[in-house]
């Protein structure tokens, strides 16, 4: 149930449907309204409660995530001043309440990543030895090859590019996916490596469905005829 309840969710928080808008808020409330019912029917689940906190620290974003345009606003490039501080919180506290019952599991640890993140007033001030711990216990919890394509991006941000490719270069099941090819992208680009940049972000934007994620390609493109590596790596998620 939790899990169908977060797909819901993360359809809510960047749409892949054809001609919707790249939020559809609906959706995402209605997550949240789910995710808060089934913790008051099961008081004694851990992870709905860590559900909750992870859904309100996303959304505690939105107002960040697009520019007036619409283009896709990556984590590390958002004006952390339009986020909801009292959203954070609150998902402070019920991350804190599912983590006094001892039974960690993978949401409550997603959300002790979100807080990471919401804590962090700049993107340089972001504790990335931490998440890199964080992925890697959540990995060893999990089978999810987008989980480990995650622990791959926070060892980028912790340890320079090349560590982060090497990661990459070591995940199965994800040629279909396009925030693989997106991730190897700016990876080799902020590697200086132009060309397979290039090639990858031409792979990515023959599979991503969302306009604003098409847009944010386009534009990550673009740049690599400039030759200005440096700028952060996409989160899957946004």
Same mark, same amino acid.
């Given at each position: ?13 960047? /749409?892949?449907?054809?001609?919707? =808008?790249?939020?559809?808020?609906? @959706? ?6 789910? +995710? ?9 689940? &851990?992870? &709905?409660?860590?559900?909750?906190? @992870?859904? %309100? ?7 960040? !995530?697009?520019?007036?345009?619409? *283009?896709?606003?990556?984590?590390? =490039?958002? =004006?952390? /001043? ?8 609150? #998902? ?22 979100? #807080? ?13 030895? %931490? ?16 989980? +480990?394509?995650? %622990? ?11 560590? *982060? ?22 990876? %080799?680009?902020?590697?200086? /490596?132009?060309? #397979?940049?290039?090639? +990858?972000? =031409?792979? #990515? @934007? ?5 306009? +604003?994620? !098409? !847009? ?10 400039? !030759?200005?590596?440096?700028?952060? &790596?996409?989160?899957? *998620?946004?």
């Amino acid at each position: 149930m939790l899990v169908i309840v977060y797909l819901v969710f993360n359809e809510g928080y960047l /749409s892949h449907a054809e001609g919707s =808008d790249p939020i559809r808020s609906e @959706l995402v409330d209605e997550a949240i309204r789910l +995710a808060e019912v089934v913790s008051e029917l099961a008081p004694d689940s &851990a992870e &709905a409660l860590g559900l909750v906190a @992870l859904c %309100h620290f996303h959304r505690a974003r939105s107002a960040g !995530r697009f520019a007036p345009d619409g *283009g896709l606003i990556v984590l590390g =490039d958002q =004006d952390r /001043s339009t986020w909801d501080l009292a959203e954070i919180g609150a #998902a402070n506290d019920v991350l804190g309440a599912a983590m006094t019952m001892m039974r960690p599991g993978r949401f409550q640890i997603e959300a002790m990543i979100g #807080a990471e993140h919401a804590s962090a007033r700049t993107a340089t001030e972001t504790n990335w030895p %931490h998440i890199v711990r964080l992925y890697a216990q959540l990995s060893a919890m999990t089978d999810s090859p987008v989980i +480990a394509l995650n %622990h791959a991006v926070a060892v980028a941000e912790a340890d320079g590019p090349l560590a *982060g490719l090497t990661h990459l270069d070591r995940l199965t099941r994800l040629d279909d996916y396009h925030l693989f090819w997106a991730t190897r992208g700016e990876l %080799h680009r902020r590697a200086g /490596s132009f060309d #397979a940049a290039r090639t +990858a972000f =031409d792979r #990515a @934007l023959t599979l991503t469905t969302s306009d +604003a994620e !098409r !847009r944010h390609l386009l534009e990550r493109r673009s740049q690599l005829l400039l !030759r200005r590596p440096g700028a952060s &790596a996409p989160r899957t *998620g946004g």
